[in-house]
C-alpha cells in the first residue's frame, strides 16, 4: 500500500531520542529551550513556546488574548476539527466562513460577510500549506480591532511575500503531529513578536505555575554543590492562574531539532514531488490540480485534487494499493457545529470533489509514478466507458 502520509524520521531522530533518554531529564528542559531558539530563528519570530500540540497552541493562543465573553472568532469551515474546538474551549463563539475555491485558504471576501461588532479574531488556516491572503485579512482585522491568529498547522516553511509563516501575526500556531512537515510525534508551538503572550503562554502551558521544573532545578543545582546551601525559596513556585499540562517535552524536542534541521530540505522535496504531479496531470480536463498564487511558497502539506468522479477514482485508487484522503468535511456540516440556515457553498463543494493524493519527502519517485499511472488510467478506462456505452446506444 502507498501510504497518504508518512513521517519522515530515521537513525537521526532515533539517536536523538536515545541521548534525550540517558541524559536524565525527559521533561520540559534544555532540549526544548533550544528547539524553541531555533524554531524562533527559524521563522523570523520573537519568541516561540513550545507545547504539546497544535491544538494546545491554538487553545492557549486564543486564551492569551483574554477574549471578552461575547467574543466572536471567524474560522474557514473547511478545517480539522481542532481549529474551531480551540475558540469554544476558550469560551468565544465560532462563526464560520467560506474558503477561496482556488486555494480552499479562508476566503477574506466571505470574512467581510461575517464581521460583526463582536469580531475579536480572525483565524485563517493555511490548507494544505498554501499561505493565506495575509495582508487582506490583516486588514479587516484591523479595521474591526481584531487580531489575527493563524493556524499554521500545515505550514510549517512556508512564506509569504518573502516572510516566513510565524513572523506575520501576532501569534501564530503550529502543529508538529504524525504526519506534519516537522514532526515531534506530537507537539506544536506558538510563535509571537510579543514578550507578553510569550510569558503567558509559558504560564498557561504548565499550570499557571510562574516558573517551570527545569528553572527552578537550575537555580539549586548550580554551582556544583550550592543545592543544599541555597534558602529554600529557590525551589518554591507561585500559581499565578489556573493553567494546563501543555508543554512540550525533551525527547518531543530532541526529534523537533533533527527535523529542523531537515526542514528545507523535506519541503524542497514536497515541491519537487507536487511539481511533478502537476506536470503529469495538467491536461486531464476532468480533474484540478492545486493552484499556487503568485507571492507564496507553499509548504505543500498535501496534494488535493478536486473532480465529479472523486469517489470512483478513490476506490479505482485504493484497489490499486493506493491511500486518498479527504481533508475537510466543512465543520459547520458537523452534528456539533450544525446551525439552521448556514450555508457555505465553496467550501460544500469542494468537500464532495476534493481528493487527497500522497505526499511526503520519502516517497519515492517510482510509487509516485504508480499513483500517477493509476489516476491516467482511471480517465483512460472512463472514457473508454463513455465510448461503450455512446456505440452500444447508437447500435
Ligand atoms: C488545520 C489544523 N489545525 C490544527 C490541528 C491540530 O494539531 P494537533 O494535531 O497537533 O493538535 C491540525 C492537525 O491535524 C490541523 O490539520
Avoid at 275 to 301: E, I, K
Wanted: aromatic fraction near 6%.
Amino acid at each position: 500500500m502507498i501510504q497518504l502520509f508518512r513521517p519522515s524520521v530515521g537513525e537521526e531522530e532515533a539517536a536523538a531520542v536515545r541521548e534525550t533518554l540517558v541524559s536524565g531529564w525527559l521533561g520540559l528542559g534544555p532540549r526544548t529551550a533550544s528547539f524553541e531558539e531555533r524554531f524562533a530563528c527559524a521563522v523570523g519570530a520573537q519568541h516561540c513556546v513550545a507545547l504539546s500540540s497544535g491544538t494546545a497552541a491554538l487553545h492557549l493562543a486564543l486564551l492569551a488574548l483574554a477574549l471578552p465573553r461575547d467574543a466572536e472568532v471567524i474560522v474557514p469551515t473547511l478545517t480539522f476539527v481542532a481549529t474551531a474546538h480551540a475558540a469554544v474551549l476558550a469560551g468565544a463563539r465560532v462563526v464560520f466562513a467560506d474558503v477561496d475555491p482556488r486555494t480552499l485558504d479562508l476566503d477574506p471576501d466571505d470574512v467581510v460577510r461575517r464581521l460583526s461588532p463582536r469580531t475579536r479574531v480572525i483565524l485563517p488556516v493555511h490548507y494544505g500549506g498554501h499561505p493565506c491572503a495575509m495582508d487582506e485579512l490583516a486588514n479587516l482585522a484591523r479595521g474591526v480591532g481584531a487580531v489575527v491568529i493563524e493556524d499554521a498547522a500545515h505550514a510549517t516553511g512556508a512564506s509569504h511575500r518573502g516572510r516566513s509563516i510565524g513572523s506575520l501575526s501576532p501569534l501564530t500556531c503550529f502543529s508538529f503531529g504524525g504526519i506534519k512537515n516537522l514532526t515531534t510525534g506530537d507537539g506544536g508551538c506558538v510563535t509571537t513578536s510579543s514578550a507578553e503572550h510569550a510569558a503567558t503562554l509559558r504560564r498557561l502551558r504548565w499550570m499557571g505555575i510562574d516558573r517551570d521544573t527545569w528553572q527552578r532545578s537550575q537555580a539549586t543545582a548550580s554551582p556544583v554543590g550550592a543545592a543544599r546551601r541555597r534558602p529554600p525559596a529557590d525551589t518554591d513556585y507561585e500559581v499565578a492562574s489556573l493553567g494546563f499540562k501543555y508543554q512540550m517535552n525533551d525527547i518531543a524536542a530532541a526529534i523537533g531539532l533533527v527535523q529542523l534541521a531537515k526542514l528545507e530540505r523535506m519541503n524542497a522535496r514536497r515541491r519537487l514531488l507536487a511539481a511533478r504531479y502537476d506536470a503529469a496531470l495538467a491536461d486531464l480536463d476532468w480533474l484540478s490540480v492545486p493552484v499556487v498564487l503568485p507571492g507564496v511558497v507553499p509548504a505543500r502539506h498535501n496534494y488535493a485534487i478536486q473532480l465529479e468522479q472523486r469517489d470512483a477514482l478513490r476506490a479505482w485508487l485504493a484497489e490499486s494499493g493506493i491511500a486518498t484522503g479527504v481533508h475537510y468535511r466543512p465543520l459547520h456540516l458537523h452534528p456539533f457545529y450544525r446551525r439552521d440556515g448556514v450555508s457555505l457553498p465553496v467550501a460544500e463543494r469542494a468537500w464532495r470533489r476534493l481528493l487527497l493524493l500522497p505526499l511526503y519527502p520519502d516517497l519515492t519517485l517510482a510509487e509516485q509514478d504508480q499513483v500517477i499511472d493509476a489516476v491516467r488510467s482511471f480517465g483512460t478506462r472512463a472514457k473508454a466507458a463513455v465510448a461503450t456505452s455512446a456505440g452500444a446506444a447508437a447500435s
